[in-house]
């Protein structure tokens, strides 16, 4: 069986975020994603409240199982008895950090290895921090989030 670990952080998950899990899912018989445990960082959106979100918003994709985790990807990858990891080019910008990311992933784990998707050009721009800023100062979000998130948010009251 194929399966594939697509890690982030997805505070909160994107459309960019939710295309890639449908095409992930497209040519993987399993998606797991994984969702950074960051302690360093504060989420807007507790652990909990991710995890329900991308469940919540997957629903009708069926071969796809969410965890969070803490630590290495490679090391969660590793415990799913997954080889390859998922992650979206948007830019060049997101080429040199991705690249060298997976360049490390590959030399902690030489059987790791990433696989890199184009970016939709229509969610080229889109970030969950960008997201958050534009919901700030009162944007319209809905071309860049499913409406559920919409909903999450303004339970946040931010
Ligand atoms: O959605 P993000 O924040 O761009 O995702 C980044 C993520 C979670 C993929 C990355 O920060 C990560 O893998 N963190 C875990 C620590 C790790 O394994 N780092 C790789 C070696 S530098």
Do not use: C
């Not at 360049?103 to 030489?110: A, F, V």
């Not at 997201?131 to 860049?144: A, N, P, S």
Request: aromatic fraction near 12%.
């Amino acid at each position: 069986m194929s399966t594939a670990v697509y890690p982030g952080s997805f505070d909160p998950i994107t459309n960019g975020h939710l295309d890639l899990i449908r095409r992930t899912a497209a040519i993987f018989d399993k998606v797991v994603i994984g969702i950074l445990v960051n302690q360093s960082k504060k989420p807007l959106f507790s652990l909990e409240e991710r995890t329900e979100m991308i469940r919540k918003v997957t629903e009708d994709i069926p071969n796809i199982e969410v965890y969070p985790f803490s630590g290495l990807v490679v090391e969660f990858a590793k415990e799913h008895d997954v080889n390859v990891l998922i992650r979206g080019i948007r830019s060049t910008t997101d080429f040199e950090y991705e690249l060298q990311m997976a360049q490390i992933n590959h030399k902690i784990d030489d059987k790791i290895d990433t696989l890199f998707f184009a970016t939709d050009p229509g969610y080229s721009f889109i970030s969950s921090s960008a997201v958050k800023e534009l919901w700030y100062y009162h944007q319209d979000i809905r071309e860049y989030v499913p409406d559920y998130v919409i909903q999450k948010l303004q339970e946040k009251e931010i």
